[in-house]
């Protein structure tokens, strides 16, 4: 998408200490109700019966033309996913940064039961927004976007964080000259004459950049220089470690300093605006940026200027896909197709906002959407992505696994 830049029948059980087959049956209800995370809960918002994928993820389908105002053909693909059974992380096209693959493709490799399309991007594959994998930050963001962490509480849960967020990362030197500092201009990005670069193993096997730069190689622990290459591009990313690239050969003060043996300091900081704790988003094991965040603690958002979002975006129909969850913790992964009349027309922002509602969702993400909208199950694609050449490929997907 353009960057942008929501009667149950009781069975009569017998009253004596049941026998083998009533442990049985006892056993049968426990496991129904186990499939779905709260028993009766589809019938309460109106989503019918569900297909179980996998216990503990179900998938509902809704055609409900009401869901639009004014009313109109829509296709809504959604997964309900039980925190306690799987997990849930994201996923770079090819394994590296500035890589582009199908949602399908991406979640074939790494063998995942669903995915969604995730994060905005560039043409070229580089993600437009905050992006960490496997707790490496591998994009950052000085403007701030809606965004959703994935971590893990102490009972191995999986649990959200909703926020708008900027992310960035400054390096410490510790140099005989004593401590010098830098703020990172980008991380596993293009570089740019005078600006200083982190090179992450995830971006590639090299830096892919030209000479008349300066390469520090950083490897060890703790963190060391180990190489500080001169006019030279295209360094060698140790596979436990980074390198850090400057453009151009007039080095700043900081640089200068700095010596083979010397110890860096990486650090990565984050900063929200509604109140969720920087250092959870630090920790998380993945963090997804999105445009618009739609619904936190349970109010609706409609705050958007702050995330300087195109005109247009959020009140267009577009193909959508979107992020939840709801007080229960359950989480809900939904795209909404588009820009197809006779199938689906798609949302604005206050449509997903009102499905988020009828879902009882008290977080909600708007990830990437448009032609990007794909949604994967079992290897299969069930929705209609909009692009006439079929699935979009896209730089990053959030896959679903079983815990």
């Not at 090819?94 to 399309?117: K, P, S, Y």
Request: charged residues 25%.
């Amino acid at each position: 998408m353009p960057e942008p830049v929501r009667s149950v029948h009781r069975a009569r059980l017998p009253t004596r200490r049941p026998g083998i087959d009533g442990v049985c049956l006892l056993f049968l209800l426990f496991s129904l109700c186990a499939s779905v995370t709260s028993c009766g809960a589809s019938d309460d918002l109106g989503l019918g019966t569900p297909d179980v994928v996998v216990t503990g993820v179900l998938r509902y389908q809704l055609a409900d033309p009401g869901l639009l105002e004014p009313p109109g053909p829509i296709a809504v693909q959604v997964l309900r996913l039980d925190p306690d059974r799987i997990h849930l992380r994201s996923a770079l096209a090819q394994d590296e940064v500035m890589g582009t693959e199908t949602v399908a493709e991406i979640a074939a490799r790494h063998q995942a039961i669903a995915a969604v399309n995730a994060g905005f991007f560039l043409p070229n594959g580089d993600p437009a927004g905050v992006l960490k994998v496997d707790g490496e930050l591998v994009s950052d963001t000085a403007r701030p976007r809606g965004a959703v962490a994935v971590r893990s509480d102490v009972r191995r849960r999986t649990r959200l964080i909703f926020d708008v967020v900027t992310a960035g990362v400054r390096v410490r030197f510790s140099t005989a000259e004593g401590e010098k500092s830098m703020n990172v201009a980008g991380i596993d990005t293009v570089r740019h004459r005078g600006r200083l670069m982190l090179f992450t193993p995830k971006y590639h096997e090299h830096t892919d950049t030209a000479a008349r730069g300066v390469e520090l190689i950083l490897d060890g622990s703790p963190l060391t220089v180990r190489d500080r290459r001169l006019d030279a591009g295209s360094s060698p990313i140790p596979p436990s470690g980074y390198v850090l690239s400057y453009g151009g050969l007039d080095l700043p003060e900081e640089l200068r300093a700095v010596e083979i043996g010397d110890e860096v300091r990486i650090e990565r900081h984050f900063a929200t605006r509604h109140g969720t704790s920087p250092r959870l988003w630090a920790e998380a094991d993945h963090v997804i940026g999105g445009a618009g965040l739609l619904m936190n603690d349970g109010r609706a958002i409609d705050e958007w200027e702050v995330e300087d979002l195109r005109p247009g975006f959020t009140t267009e129909r577009h193909p959508r896909t979107l992020i939840g969850a709801d007080r229960a913790g359950d989480i809900w992964l939904l795209t909404v197709d588009g820009r197809n009349p006779q199938i689906s027309l798609g949302m604005t922002f206050a449509e997903l906002q009102r499905l988020a509602v009828r879902l009882k969702l008290t977080d909600a993400l708007n990830l990437d959407g448009g032609g990007s909208t794909t949604m994967v199950v079992r290897d299969t694609v069930v929705n209609h992505p909009s692009d006439s050449g079929g699935p979009r490929k896209v730089s990053d997907a959030l896959l679903v696994f079983l815990r």
